[in-house]
């Protein structure tokens, strides 16, 4: 769980906090899977920060070498793959998203490869 | 595909399997308006692996009944013929093509799961754009790369030579068929397709699948499972046997009248059913 600027939200993003307005109106529960609505809803409540769970594997702040070094492995073996594809903004749209989705798919398997560890 | 390429496939392809008898008749009774029910479940339940694997399917939860389903006629009278005959042919194509070459399995399985993931993606996609027919599209991505099987069985020298180029230049398996034996899997596909008399409309996704542009009136179904191919290769579903991904068609993109905000919850979507049904076909 991250808090993160409101400014880098992208639609996808589950909410791990309940989101509340100035005069404690709730706009948003958790686990809500955020969308370019709500977000510009947010936005127009003067809401800055957000707390973003890692169910979409995105926006995630706070990332160990390990991590950064998985993603740009990733995103070196996804370019080489989608190379002549590009640029089409539909192309690098999925490939964005599936950067993504191979990222948290990799972090769990090591997750639990390190859990088996003695 | 010229006409001498094609007298190549079968000359060389002198043995294309021929699907099992129960399916056959099966297949024969969905196509006779006169059938019952009645009349398709005794022929299935004479079959006792086809009835088990049957109910296994119809109760997973890929359909999602809320009850259980307990005898064949029950599940052709839910599900319809055409989905009975569908659900059949897909176990049995899995069952018909298992190698015994230990290298063989193991390409033979990442296909698969390729196969597996565009059928997904295909059900998906037409869950989307609320196609009526999504068990349809589901068959039609398992069987869309039936060709590679076929070529890796039938003609391994061939296909070993294709692996290599591929390999060694890092280009699309289809691009590689072509160079070395002037046919590529969608035209072997649509051999088998025909060969099993399967509808006009699987053997125009089978034929098409690259060019989408191509298949007519079946043009959107086939761009449902040419745009859950480019998905599944995204995300590693399995191995479409190279390492490189095909461009997304624009005609076939247009045909679907899609926003491209979908990509993502559709992605998203792919992978969580993924782990969710492989066991059920593929018994793994």
């Not at chain 1, 800055?48 to 995103?75: C, K, N, P, Q, Y």
């Not at chain 2, 196609?131 to 890796?152: A, P």
């Amino acid at each position: 769980m991250n808090l993160i600027d409101l400014e880098k939200a992208k639609p996808g993003m589950m909410l791990a906090k309940s989101v509340y307005t100035l005069q404690e109106v709730l706009l948003l529960k958790p686990d809500v899977r955020l969308t370019e609505k709500n977000i510009h809803i947010m936005k127009s409540w003067g809401i800055h920060e957000i707390w973003i769970g890692d169910a979409a594997g995105e926006g995630v702040v706070g990332h160990t070498e390990m991590e950064h070094e998985l993603r740009a492995f990733i995103d070196d073996e996804l370019r080489a793959k989608f190379s002549e594809t590009l640029p089409d903004p539909l192309m690098e749209e999925i490939l964005r998203v599936a950067g993504n989705l191979l990222e948290k798919r990799l972090l769990k398997k090591e997750k639990k490869h390190g859990a088996q560890k003695p | 595909m010229a006409p001498k390429n094609l007298k190549r496939i079968i000359n060389q392809i002198d043995d294309l399997p021929t699907l099992p008898r129960t399916v056959l008749k099966i297949t024969e009774l969905v196509n006779n308006p006169k059938s019952s029910a009645r009349e398709i479940s005794s022929v299935i339940t004479d079959d006792q692996v086809l009835t088990a694997r049957l109910l296994k399917l119809v109760n997973s939860s890929f359909y999602g009944f809320p009850q259980k389903i307990s005898t064949i006629t029950g599940a052709i009278v839910l599900l319809g013929f055409d989905a009975i005959r569908n659900l059949l042919l897909t176990t049995s194509v899995f069952d018909m093509f298992s190698s015994r070459s230990r290298e063989n399995r193991m390409i033979q399985e990442s296909f698969w799961d390729h196969s597996l993931g565009c059928a997904i993606g295909a059900k998906v996609i037409g869950t989307y754009l609320r196609y009526e027919k999504v068990e349809e599209l589901f068959v039609s991505g398992l069987l869309h790369d039936i060709g590679k099987i076929v070529e890796m069985l039938f003609l391994p020298d061939d296909f070993a030579e294709v692996r290599n180029v591929v390999k060694i230049r890092n280009i699309l398996i289809i691009t590689a068929e072509e160079e070395v034996m002037g046919f590529t899997h969608p035209d072997v596909g649509r051999l088998l397709a025909e060969k099993w008399n399967l509808p006009l409309k699987l053997v125009n996704i089978l034929e098409h699948h690259h060019q989408p542009e191509q298949a007519g009136r079946f043009i959107q179904e086939t761009s449902i499972i040419h745009l859950a191919d480019i998905l599944c290769r995204a995300i590693d579903l399995g191995s479409g046997g190279d390492r490189k991904i095909p461009s997304l068609n624009s005609e076939a993109w247009a045909s679907l009248k899609l926003k491209p905000n979908v990509i993502e919850p559709i992605l998203h979507e792919m992978e969580r059913e993924f782990q969710d049904i492989s066991w059920v076909v593929t018994g793994k």
